[in-house]
């Protein structure tokens, strides 16, 4: 995968987002902590790079005459639908059937179709590949592919040029792509950095399947704030050796944690986010004694999280 590239190739269209030095965070660590704030990625996630970058690699005449297809829960979907409309493509998007009125809502504004299938990410993945395979699609798929975790590693690239003396990042993991892309162009800069991977304990497919050396088959999920990171991982994904290869440990962390962790970043950021973007700075908060003077870079993932998610937050730190 060639991050460079990656990253020339859709810089034009993407937001170089900032990498916040928070003084606050630092003094209650005592790590020197920065916030890279990818829920100012201008479709709210970083999933807009895999995406962009995936059509953006296709050669414009072949583009021109395809239809894309993509399957997600709702950030991906974003990316995917956006790049398509930007670059006047034909697409069309899968979606579970649970997905929260609000990101429904922001979807219908790209004016792209929608259909829905499955309870969870990995079964509406299954089905859109075979869709895909079926009408001859090219599948955008959320993670699983090079060209889709080359374009999140540009989040990588961006932290080294504003940070060059960076030495652990704090990332979440569902399918992988994220950690794998940052992990992969960080670890290509300087092998001492330290990539740490994020889970909620109820939805930890990936470290389990690292754990037990294969892809797990059957779905472990219980619900969880971290909708965004929630589901299982494809068989065959690429992403399960990067992350071998890649994350030097997997944390898991509670809802009570991820809940603590968004509330903290509403009352002291006025930062909403979702709740996949409260992992990182939750698994610090459970972590500091290690990471004492340390350049750590927590990723803010994205920042859609719908009033009924707020909600449940609530309820979880009442409880």
């Known amino acids: 995968m060639n991050f460079t590239e990656a990253h020339t190739r859709i810089r034009p269209h993407i937001r170089h987002t900032p990498l916040e030095h928070s003084v606050l965070l630092s003094q209650m660590t005592g790590a020197n902590v920065y916030l890279k704030l990818e829920n100012w990625q201008l479709t709210g996630s970083f999933k807009l790079r895999g995406a962009m970058n995936k059509l953006l690699s296709i050669p414009?005449?072949?583009?021109?005459?395809?239809?894309f297809v993509a399957a997600s829960t709702g950030n991906h979907a974003a990316g995917f639908a956006y790049a398509v409309q930007k670059l006047g493509l034909r697409g069309e998007v899968f979606l579970p059937e649970h997905v929260s009125p609000s990101k429904l809502e922001y979807l219908r504004s790209f004016?792209?179709?929608?259909?829905?299938?499955?309870?969870?990410?990995?079964?509406?993945?299954?089905?859109?590949r075979a869709y895909a395979n079926k009408h001859g699609h090219i599948?955008?798929?959320?993670?699983?592919?090079?060209?889709?975790?080359a374009g999140q590693g540009t989040i990588g690239l961006e932290i080294a040029q504003d940070l060059p003396e960076v030495e652990t990042v704090f990332v979440p993991v569902g399918g992988g792509g994220?950690?794998?892309?940052?992990g992969g162009y960080l670890k290509s800069y300087n092998a001492d950095i330290e990539?740490?991977?994020?889970?909620p304990e109820n939805s930890p497919e990936m470290s389990v399947s690292i754990e037990r050396g294969h892809i797990i088959e059957e779905l472990i999920a219980k619900p969880t704030l971290s909708d965004g990171t929630a589901g299982g991982i494809e068989q065959g994904a690429i992403t399960f050796d990067l992350c071998k290869k890649l994350v030097d440990k997997f944390i898991l962390?509670?809802?009570?944690?991820?809940?603590?962790?968004?509330?903290?970043?509403?009352?002291?950021?006025?930062?909403?986010?979702?709740?996949?973007?409260g992992l990182a700075l939750a698994t610090l908060l459970k972590n500091t004694e290690q990471y004492q003077g340390k350049n750590v870079v927590l990723i803010v993932?994205?920042?859609?999280?719908?009033?009924?998610?707020?909600?449940?937050?609530?309820?979880?730190?009442?409880s």
């Open 60 to 67: 414009e005449s072949e583009r021109q005459n395809r239809t």
């Open 178 to 182: 994220l950690i794998a892309g940052i």
């Open 111 to 128: 004016g792209v179709p929608l259909h829905f299938h499955g309870q969870d990410s990995l079964e509406t993945e299954i089905h859109t």
């Open 253 to 277: 962390i509670s809802e009570k944690e991820i809940a603590h962790a968004l509330l903290w970043l509403i009352k002291n950021r006025q930062m909403m986010v979702e709740g996949s973007a």
């Open 139 to 149: 599948l955008v798929h959320p993670y699983n592919d090079p060209d889709i975790i």
């Open 301 to 318: 993932c994205g920042r859609r999280l719908s009033y009924e998610k707020l909600q449940k937050i609530m309820g979880v730190v009442i």
């Open 195 to 199: 990539v740490i991977g994020c889970q």
